[in-house]
């Protein structure tokens, strides 16, 4: 018995120094990685690898060490040519047997996403080694997925860890790339649409919701670093649909997925803009959620307006700046200055929402292409006007008050303003009064010296 732990013992140390090694080695890796390679205990020690990667119970019966497992990581991420093409290629003078082990060996190691459960750390390594194979022999990962449908099946299973997202992230981009020999973008438009099916099933879970946005989010971000990545067929989620997931869910995920998607789509796909038009008339209407869910409690404490709310906030923002007149129109008509109004004053203190709502309204009046514009500037007003006439209680928004007021009066150019201002009987006497007294404080320069005018000398 003591003599089988020695064993062991030894074995061990001789993986951790043969990689440690070949892993802090740069002129000689090829070398040691081939000593190892062709040496007697090659499928053993590919086992062991594998076994380590996956953190089971491996050959020796033993657990491996953290310094073990470290190293197998680093040797599949770094210096790992000769062992990839190991997994794949073809090996002389190994008996039958032989090849029919070393043939197991990638259907082995991509065994772990079968499990039921997968530790994050143990994700986190099969990540390293997963990313590195597909970088360096993608073709034949996607050959061998071809023919073993239940392994995507498996990585869809663990959506809820991130790791395994980054990896159908790299599988969906590397089948979806153009190739002369093979074309494995039907794979890729296979796994993109399971993966949406999976999120409107599981919108109710925050993080596969968010997991699966991601994977689309950096498919997009790839896609604006290399425009010739084709991903046309691949990104086919309709708006209406991802909106319809951001509001059963508490994910801010299917908000950036729209910010991003209607970037790609103004670059790329014009017709797709319109699709749009689809969800303006909602957004006033998660607004006014957002609005009524916080009335009843403290102004200034115990709520929050939520990153998930602001990411709409910029999208409504993004939407306005298309001046498609159809998009506007719908947001007005469903009451957005008044909802943004309303909760503008139950967050009196979020400045972010202020600075964002100031740009909507200021983007709407300059647009001119809305019917009842004139009734948003007069609501504008009448809401700045009673706002900062109530000089006896602290308004946490006063200077987006005012900014907006001063915004107003510096463009009466504009004929709508013009024409707003004049019908509402309260602003003459507002400008001159108290408007007047919050300028003489807040539009003066310290010590009466404006910082950008140049001294001469």
């Given at each position: 018995m003591e003599n089988q732990q020695e064993q062991q013992i030894t074995f061990q140390d001789y993986i951790i120094n043969s990689l440690?090694?070949?892993?802090?080695?740069?002129?000689?890796?090829?070398?040691?990685?081939?000593?190892?390679?062709?040496?007697?205990f090659s499928t053993w020690l590919y086992y062991e690898l594998i076994s380590t990667i996956n953190l089971n119970s491996n050959i020796f019966n033993r657990n491996p060490t953290p310094q073990l497992i470290f190293l197998c990581s680093e040797l599949f991420e770094n210096a790992n040519q000769e062992f990839i093409d190991y997994l794949f290629d073809l090996v002389e003078g190994l008996s039958e047997d032989q090849a029919e082990t070393k043939r197991g060996l990638f259907r082995y190691l991509i065994s772990v996403v079968e499990q039921d459960f997968i530790a994050e750390t143990t994700c986190g390594y099969f990540y390293k080694v997963m990313n590195s194979i597909i970088q360096k022999r993608g073709a034949d990962v996607c050959n061998f997925l071809e023919n073993d449908q239940r392994i995507i099946s498996s990585f869809l299973k663990h959506v809820d860890q991130p790791h395994i997202c980054r990896i159908i992230t790299e599988l969906i981009l590397f089948a979806n790339q153009p190739s002369k020999i093979l074309d494995y973008s039907y794979l890729a438009q296979q796994i993109s649409d399971r993966l949406f099916k999976i999120m409107e099933r599981k919108s109710h879970q925050i993080t596969i919701v968010d997991n699966i946005c991601e994977i689309f989010v950096e498919i997009l971000t790839r896609k604006?670093?290399?425009?010739?990545?084709?991903?046309?067929?691949?990104?086919?989620?309709?708006?209406?649909?991802?909106?319809?997931?951001?509001?059963?869910?508490?994910?801010?995920?299917?908000?950036?997925?729209?910010?991003?998607?209607?970037?790609?789509?103004?670059?790329?796909?014009?017709?797709?803009?319109?699709?749009?038009?689809?969800?303006?008339?909602?957004?006033?209407?998660?607004?006014?959620?957002?609005?009524?869910?916080?009335?009843?409690?403290?102004?200034?404490?115990?709520?929050?307006?939520?990153?998930?709310?602001?990411?709409?906030?910029?999208?409504?923002?993004?939407?306005?700046?298309?001046?498609?007149?159809?998009?506007?129109?719908?947001?007005?008509?469903?009451?957005?200055?008044?909802?943004?109004?309303?909760?503008?004053?139950?967050?009196?203190?979020?400045?972010?929402?202020?600075?964002?709502?100031?740009?909507?309204?200021?983007?709407?009046?300059?647009?001119?292409?809305?019917?009842?514009?004139?009734?948003?500037?007069?609501?504008?007003?009448?809401?700045?006007?009673?706002?900062?006439?109530?000089?006896?209680?602290?308004?946490?928004?006063?200077?987006f008050l005012s900014k907006l007021a001063n915004y107003l009066i510096n463009k009466q150019h504009i004929p709508a303003i013009q024409k707003a201002l004049k019908n509402n009987q309260y602003w003459e006497g507002f400008v001159q009064t108290r408007l007047k007294d919050i300028n003489q404080v807040e539009l003066?320069?310290?010590?009466?010296?404006?910082p950008r005018c140049k001294i001469l000398t």
């Open positions: 440690g090694q070949i892993i802090q080695s740069d002129l000689l890796a090829y070398q040691k990685c081939n000593s190892i390679i062709s040496n007697q604006s670093q290399n425009p010739n990545l084709d991903i046309q067929k691949l990104i086919s989620i309709k708006p209406s649909q991802l909106f319809q997931i951001a509001v059963q869910s508490n994910s801010e995920g299917p908000h950036s997925l729209l910010i991003l998607l209607l970037e790609y789509a103004k670059n790329n796909q014009q017709d797709h803009v319109d699709s749009f038009i689809d969800i303006s008339h909602l957004i006033p209407l998660e607004f006014e959620k957002t609005y009524l869910t916080n009335i009843q409690q403290d102004r200034y404490f115990n709520k929050l307006f939520g990153r998930k709310n602001m990411k709409l906030l910029f999208l409504t923002s993004q939407l306005i700046q298309l001046n498609n007149k159809s998009i506007n129109s719908k947001l007005i008509d469903n009451g957005l200055v008044n909802v943004l109004v309303n909760t503008i004053q139950e967050f009196p203190i979020h400045n972010q929402l202020h600075f964002t709502a100031f740009e909507i309204f200021e983007k709407l009046i300059e647009s001119e292409q809305i019917d009842n514009i004139l009734d948003m500037i007069d609501s504008l007003c009448n809401f700045i006007v009673t706002q900062l006439n109530q000089t006896q209680n602290y308004v946490g928004y006063r200077a003066n320069f310290l010590f009466n010296i404006n």
